[in-house]
């Protein structure tokens, strides 16, 4: 980096906030109180992100009798929930190119299962009056390099070929007609698969639906234990125990209370920027009138979408595995990826010249070797688990909530017949192999991006064994 675009970026980020812009909101609502002795219910639901709170609303929508009770070890929304860059999409594969690479025969289905549940998504939105900024606008996924154009036009006409609709493939004059940027050489407007939102305000206004709907919700109550009991399960807290029928986990980066799950995830740090409001001649310099989201195409990506406060959302790039997968509050900020960031986005919209930072976050998401979420259940059928979303959790959650209940109801088709639900993903090694293979296929990937593209042995064995990694 130069001199001056070292100052540039010293300047962009000299006034910037260490807390999640999305969080940062003086109408965020007030924790509800911590259990203290002993609960009872039909049905207990660890983990108040999007994945508990969707499976809870969804038990209650489905038997409004069914006595359910939500447990949060720190407030509703505090962790990825609340903190990510408000992509809600319909895949449920993590894209349509890993589902293609995994399920290649029931891929049609999944994108089905897929849409319906973003319907759902925008339906309950509508229904329960949650203020969350919802906008059906669609992703472009961006292409920055010129092989990365190629990989764009062969994805087109797969999904095409697989009668995939609304998808419209922009040339440059066409992309930068919608987005004004000098690095867009193309991209594939998805023009329904996806919506823009406020995600700490879904998280809130789920909590409220959940609650007006009978669902006991605890906050700052962490789940410590799980055991059988009886003809149910127990569940240990700090201050008390809840005894349940059945317990659906969405606890997804955090340690499962079901040991044997725990080596399918490791924990992956993400960062994000948000600038302040732009004017109406820096909106102007841009465009982007149709407010999608977009994502480049490279593998070390960027993923940024405007705010309706008229704000940029800029992040992604560097995803950091700490050594043993260990949790701390110490790597949710990394000065170092919030300079590369600006500077990447000064690259970016050079037009922007002089616009501030106003916050600065990271966090970790749970990822696996499949990158797209897994199910299961343990104790004979009595707790089901949804891990694994890898940063697509924001609307395949609540597929993932149906998929729990479906499960702890015994069900054995519809949601639960794909592949992709009955089976698992490859797990992690213990360390330090995992590691060392999360170190050597970052810089591969790292290599790949700087080389047009070009696969090393390394990445090249990883996608004959079925475990490629492309974002």
Not at 402 to 422: I, N, W
Request: proline letters at 5%; hydrophobic letters at 40%; aromatic letters at 10%.
């Amino acid at each position: 980096m130069s001199a001056a675009a070292s100052r540039a970026v010293d300047a962009a980020l000299a006034d910037v906030r260490h807390t999640p812009y999305w969080l940062d909101d003086p109408g965020r609502p007030a924790a509800l109180p911590a259990l203290t002795g002993d609960e009872r219910c039909d049905l207990l639901v660890v983990g108040g992100g999007y994945s508990g709170l969707w499976t809870a609303l969804l038990a209650k929508e489905r038997d409004p009798g069914r006595d359910v009770v939500l447990i949060e070890g720190g407030e509703v929304g505090w962790a990825a929930s609340g903190r990510n860059g408000g992509f809600c999409a319909a895949s449920l594969t993590h894209g349509f190119a890993n589902g293609l690479a995994r399920w290649p025969d029931e891929l049609m289905e999944l994108e089905e299962l897929g849409a319906r549940n973003l319907d759902a998504i925008e339906e309950t939105v509508a229904r329960h009056a949650i203020d969350c900024d919802f906008e059906r606008t669609g992703e472009i996924d961006l292409a920055t390099e010129p092989h990365q154009l190629d990989e764009l036009r062969e994805r087109y006409a797969q999904a095409r070929d697989l009668g995939l609709t609304g998808l419209e493939l922009l040339d440059r004059d066409a992309v930068r007609a919608e987005v004004d940027s000098p690095t867009f050489l193309g991209g594939v407007w998805d023009r329904r698969g996806v919506a823009m939102l406020h995600p700490a305000k879904l998280v809130w206004g789920l909590k409220r639906v959940c609650a007006e709907l009978g669902v006991r919700i605890y906050e700052h109550t962490r789940g410590l234990a799980l055991a059988r009991y009886g003809a149910g399960m127990a569940v240990r807290t700090e201050h008390g125990r809840i005894f349940a029928r059945q317990v659906a986990l969405g606890t997804n980066v955090f340690p499962s209370l079901v040991r044997r799950v725990r080596p399918y995830t490791v924990p992956v740090y993400d960062y994000a920027l948000m600038t302040e409001p732009l004017t109406a001649g820096q909106l102007s310099a841009i465009g982007w009138h149709h407010r999608q989201g977009l994502a480049d195409g490279a593998n070390r990506f960027h993923y940024f979408r405007i705010t309706a406060d008229r704000r940029i959302l800029w992040g992604g790039y560097d995803a950091v595995y700490p050594f043993g997968g260990r949790l701390s509050a110490d790597r949710d900020h990394r000065p170092r990826t919030y300079r590369t960031l600006a500077a990447h986005f000064q690259r970016c919209f050079p037009q922007l010249e002089g616009v501030r930072f106003s916050h600065a976050w990271g966090g970790a998401i749970d990822t696996c070797t499949r990158f797209s979420a897994f199910f299961g259940t343990a104790y004979g059928g009595r707790v089901a688990y949804a891990a694994g979303y890898t940063g697509l959790g924001v609307g395949a959650t609540r597929f993932g909530g149906d998929v729990m209940l479906d499960l702890l109801a015994g069900e054995r088709g519809g949601r639960t017949r794909p592949r992709m639900v009955r089976e698992r993903p490859v797990p992690f090694p213990p360390e330090p192999a995992a590691w060392a293979g999360i170190a050597l296929t970052q810089w591969s990937l790292a290599r790949a991006d700087a080389r047009g593209g070009r696969r090393n042995v390394w990445l090249r064995g990883l996608d004959r064994l079925g475990l490629g990694f492309d974002s």
